[in-house]
């Protein structure tokens, strides 16, 4: 560990957290889920840096993002938003970097991109099932059946917890993460010789 946390890897991953976070505050609805589900392309500094960097690098790179940003915007969802985001991108960016690692072509990333997409997708609907929805419901004091009823607005196939999370949450982020793992094949072949120097 204290030869991976050289002043360059201290300096990347910092650097890489900072503009992680900035992303982070260009947040926007996507039509296929309630609007209190925001995406945004904070994930895209860290992928990077995961295949750079390795797992522990994700991690600290998270880490880095998440404080950024609640001290450029404080948060308003009493640290429900920053735990999801927190959870479900670690399982996205240390994955991919697990697998990146192993064998750094450029094949095993479309690999190590695949599959932690669909890691990333499992880890938010777990998370939405048993603590966000549930952590939303109790300290916004919000009805469930008010959430559940947003997602019947889009699709009217909700009709309970389980199916809002099928529906609205796995597409949400299995969208986020596509759009996330074609920026980050198409950048880091130009980026990482900047990493490198």
Same mark, same amino acid.
């Given at each position: 560990m204290k030869n991976y946390l050289t002043i360059k890897n201290i300096s990347i991953i910092a650097i890489l957290g900072a503009l992680g976070a900035v992303l982070m505050l260009f947040d926007f609805p996507i039509a296929i889920a309630p609007s209190f589900y925001k995406l945004d392309l904070g994930d895209l500094p860290c992928l990077i840096g995961a295949f750079a960097l390795g797992p522990v690098g994700a991690f600290l790179i998270q880490v880095i993002? #998440?404080?950024?940003? @609640?001290?450029?915007?404080?948060?308003? /969802?009493?640290?429900?938003?920053?735990?999801?985001?927190?959870?479900? /991108?670690? /399982? *996205?960016?240390?994955? !991919? !970097?697990?697998?990146?690692?192993?064998?750094?072509?450029?094949?095993?990333?479309?690999?190590? @991109?695949?599959?932690?997409?669909?890691?990333?997708?499992?880890? /938010? $609907?777990?998370?939405? *099932?048993? #603590? #966000?929805?549930?952590? *939303?419901?109790?300290? *916004?004091?919000?009805?469930?059946?008010?959430? #559940?009823?947003?997602?019947? !607005?889009?699709?009217?196939?909700?009709?309970?917890?389980?199916?809002?999370?099928? $529906?609205?949450?796995?597409p949400f982020n299995l969208i986020k993460a596509l759009i996330v793992d074609v920026l980050t094949f198409v950048l880091y072949k130009h980026v990482s010789p900047l990493l490198k120097q």
């Open positions: 993002k #998440i404080v950024v940003k @609640l001290l450029m915007k404080p948060t308003s /969802s009493a640290f429900v938003g920053e735990f999801a985001a927190f959870i479900s /991108s670690c /399982s *996205y960016c240390v994955t !991919a !970097a697990l697998i990146y690692q192993r064998n750094k072509t450029r094949k095993n990333a479309v690999i190590a @991109l695949a599959v932690a997409s669909a890691a990333m997708a499992l880890v /938010s $609907c777990l998370a939405n *099932y048993f #603590i #966000i929805i549930p952590a *939303y419901v109790q300290l *916004y004091k919000m009805p469930l059946e008010a959430i #559940i009823s947003m997602g019947n !607005a889009i699709f009217p196939v909700v009709k309970d917890k389980l199916s809002f999370v099928l $529906c609205c949450v796995l």
